[in-house]
């Protein structure tokens, strides 16, 4: 058999749309002696968590935690909950994630009434109103804030207003959007809402932090059949990560990585959100301004920019593979390509968490400008 | 709000039913920075990861891996990848685990048929082959090889030989065996076996070691009905997973948790498994005459212990809770409880991994015997 060597991970810088660059502090407390799932200290430490997600959240639910488990599994938690079989839930689909839900919706045995908007576009408000007035008993309406593939920002207080207009529930991804843009769950009275550790919140994958409302519980309290997947049961997930006093075993947690996320949380908390979000935004208009400057062009109207996330459109006659893998052989930078129907049209750069600051704009743009003129001459 | 603070856990020993103590060296690897789940760098990762765990199986089957969520998880993958609704699963019991696995069958809408042992007894095999005979269009015979629960090796040869005989897929749980006891996944003829990586492989909790055989592959593959899980479907894991050249972006990979896994599978063929296995039983033999010299007695009888996981009869007159936690408070070691119909009557000492060494059944004994000894005088 062959000979095998600790891994050592090559320096790159991650402007891609996620996993973001981990700081060195969020590392050291991952690097934590492991110490166990029932341990009275770290129960202590799993309620600071939820504080900091409620926090992170701007919620009041109790039903606020981490999934143990990425964010495609935070999205299956929150229709396999949720949903039930034969129910019927508008699915909003204007990028990938969109078409995963409606995976999600049908694996469960629903009906997916699907809202279809053009890749890079945010949800139309008046298609998904029409959507849920044709299909009145619809149990629930989901959609994606802050869509990962296209770099597009939807109008999430309308769409939970309009859900609860139609007495839908609302189910929200955000999972690019936590920690980078205004996510207010309270406000907007999203129902469920999940995210992921590794974008804005500048965790390593692997978790999925996510919010239950009142009415979202009711339902899952309520519910006639079992959810379908045990794993991802939370009315078995409750009784560890909720209650005074001793916490039932349900699965083992991932411990470390609860430690990297509180840390991440701790570190947003010391931040405050609004500077977060007042940085992303920043950091985005700087790389707006470079990219113009050397004729690249957003794919995504201004209005509806997230700024973590910048889908640019690849120039006529570039190649976008050749350009992205010059940016990680030469410039150890990691950008994302194109998913779905924009595979080869665009690139997605990301600036999220710890990843959005000037030195890496001017970084990538550096790069970028050198690579393309390269090309060019 | 609260002040909040980076969280220092308290110097535990870890001689519980998992997480064991995570050597430094595995603390390392998951602190290296973290890189994309689609850098050629992390994809080659991946192929040594699969590779080490076909040595730590094994087996030479294609599929195995680890999937991105703890061991439960690990066990919903082999459930719901494998049967559908309809189907008949003969569920051998003899602890908690086997309830679990019921549980997981029940809710792919299948139907479990039992069969029933004592916990703290292996798995009968005549009863299994009695079950099978009278359940022949049984899909599959699922039993725990190493339950974790109550400290019990069952014959997971014979038992994968039964199920073959009687045209039956074989559904191991070895969360606890890994790397602890005797697993060989090829020579039983298992056709799918989970594991997690917190347990004899020593790292922290998070991940669970899969590896499905031909047979399962191919019913993995002709299956009449969509797995009812996105997140853990393995018909797209495998095109992230496997295959030359490119890799299909599926979920994103938890990256540090996979250079931890990394890293103690490493440690794990360094060592060799024959002498991971030996080194598991001598610590395991000096807890048993240590105990013995105390006057505590194990659950198991001797032929069915397992090595890394000891149940220990509670004395009657003593108050099993209040010695945990003066383990824990005073002498800063962890132990379990009983679980289930054994709550408040064993103790569950592992030896675990890099738990599992003369200075910890040392210490442990050490301070068990003081406690009881300060309670008896």
């Given at each position: 058999m062959a000979e095998f060597h600790s891994f050592q991970p090559p320096a790159r810088l991650l402007l891609g749309p996620g996993p973001s660059p981990v700081p060195q502090r969020i590392l050291d407390a991952l690097a934590r002696p492991t110490i166990g799932h029932l341990d009275p200290r770290f129960v202590a430490m799993m309620d600071e968590t939820k504080a900091l997600l409620r926090y992170a959240f701007r919620t009041d639910n109790a039903l606020t935690l981490p999934v143990s488990a990425p964010g495609s599994a935070g999205m299956e938690a929150a229709f396999v909950n949720l949903i039930e079989p034969g129910d019927t839930v508008v699915v909003c689909q204007n990028g990938v994630f969109g078409g995963r839900m409606r995976e999600n919706v049908v694996r469960v045995g629903a009906t997916a009434v699907m809202v279809n908007d053009a890749f890079g576009t945010p949800v139309d408000?008046?298609?998904?109103?029409?959507?849920?007035?044709?299909?009145?008993?619809?149990?629930?309406?989901?959609?994606?804030?802050?869509?990962?593939?296209?770099?597009?920002?939807?109008?999430?207080?309308?769409?939970?207003?309009?859900?609860?207009?139609?007495?839908?529930?609302?189910?929200?991804?955000?999972?690019?959007?936590?920690?980078?843009?205004?996510?207010?769950?309270?406000?907007?009275?999203?129902?469920?809402?999940?995210?992921?550790?590794?974008?804005?919140?500048?965790?390593?994958?692997?978790?999925?932090?996510?919010s239950f409302g009142d009415a979202a519980v009711d339902v899952?309290?309520?519910?006639?059949?079992?959810?379908?997947?045990?794993?991802?049961?939370?009315?078995?997930?409750?009784?560890?990560?909720?209650?005074?006093?001793?916490?039932?075993?349900?699965?083992?947690?991932p411990i470390n990585m609860l430690y990297a996320l509180h840390?991440?949380?701790?570190?947003?908390?010391?931040?405050?959100?609004?500077?977060a979000w007042a940085r992303h935004r920043e950091n985005h208009l700087r790389l707006v301004r470079g990219l113009d400057a050397i004729g690249l062009e957003l794919l995504v109207e201004e209005s509806a920019r997230l700024?973590?996330?910048?889908?640019?459109?690849?120039?006529?006659?570039?190649?976008?593979?050749?350009?992205r893998r010059r940016l990680l052989e030469e410039h150890n930078i990691e950008i994302g390509a194109g998913l779905g129907e924009l595979a080869g049209k665009i690139w997605r750069i990301g600036l999220m968490g710890a990843g959005s600051n000037p030195q890496n704009v001017d970084r990538v743009l550096g790069a970028l400008g050198e690579i393309l003129q390269r090309k060019a001459a």
């Open positions: 408000l008046d298609k998904v109103e029409s959507a849920l007035r044709a299909n009145p008993g619809a149990k629930a309406l989901a959609f994606v804030h802050a869509e990962t593939s296209t770099g597009v920002l939807s109008d999430a207080a309308a769409l939970c207003a309009l859900a609860r207009a139609h007495g839908a529930l609302s189910i929200v991804d955000s999972v690019t959007g936590l920690g980078g843009v205004s996510v207010e769950v309270d406000d907007w009275g999203a129902d469920v809402i999940y995210s992921g550790s590794q974008k804005c919140l500048a965790a390593p994958p692997g978790l999925s932090p996510m899952l309290k309520s519910r006639k059949t079992p959810v379908q997947s045990w794993f991802l049961d939370m009315n078995l997930i409750i009784n560890y990560w909720q209650g005074s006093g001793a916490r039932a075993y349900h699965h083992t947690a840390e991440a949380l701790v570190m947003l908390h010391e931040e405050g959100l609004e500077a700024p973590q996330l910048n889908a640019v459109s690849v120039p006529a006659g570039v190649d976008e593979a050749a350009v």
